[in-house]
């Protein structure tokens, strides 16, 4: 049963990405998806992300299904990264898949963030992310 809930999940979030735009452009979107995290109905959304981390952890099957719902994006953010090297918008030495899983790990970050503090401030972390990424395209 909790292999069927994180399938959906993660079926879910790729719902997200496509409605958001993020796999078009992808600082806009990213920041966009970002942006999301601070609808009120995602607070609980997100807390069974971090419980399916969680179990994750423990079983192999859940394991696998959460691994394939973080591995597909990050491909898709790597490659997106390359096609921006190639256009001069990001700096040709990064790794692609490098700065793919860091912008993973913000998201993630600002996920356990908001499934454990009501009180976070979303736009501050989105203007902080920003301007970090402003950094690598300018």
């Not at 719902?15 to 979107?29: E, Q, S, T, W, Y």
């Not at 942006?35 to 179990?55: C, D, F, H, M, N």
């Not at 499934?115 to 990424?133: I, M």
């Amino acid at each position: 049963m909790i292999t069927a809930i994180a399938a959906q999940w993660h079926e879910d979030q790729a719902g997200l990405l496509r409605a958001d735009g993020a796999v078009g452009d992808l600082v806009p979107g990213y920041l966009d998806l970002l942006r999301s995290l601070a609808a009120p109905a995602e607070r609980e959304r997100v807390r069974l992300g971090v419980q399916i981390w969680a179990e994750a952890l423990r079983a192999p099957e859940v394991e696998a299904v959460a691994r394939a719902g973080v591995d597909a994006p990050r491909e898709v953010v790597a490659r997106l990264v390359r096609v921006a090297q190639d256009r001069g918008e990001l700096p040709a030495g990064l790794p692609p898949d490098g700065l793919a899983r860091v912008f993973i790990a913000i998201y993630q970050g600002l996920a356990l963030q908001t499934a454990w503090d009501a009180g976070l401030d979303n736009d501050a972390y989105v203007r902080a992310v920003e301007g970090l990424v402003s950094l690598l395209t300018s």
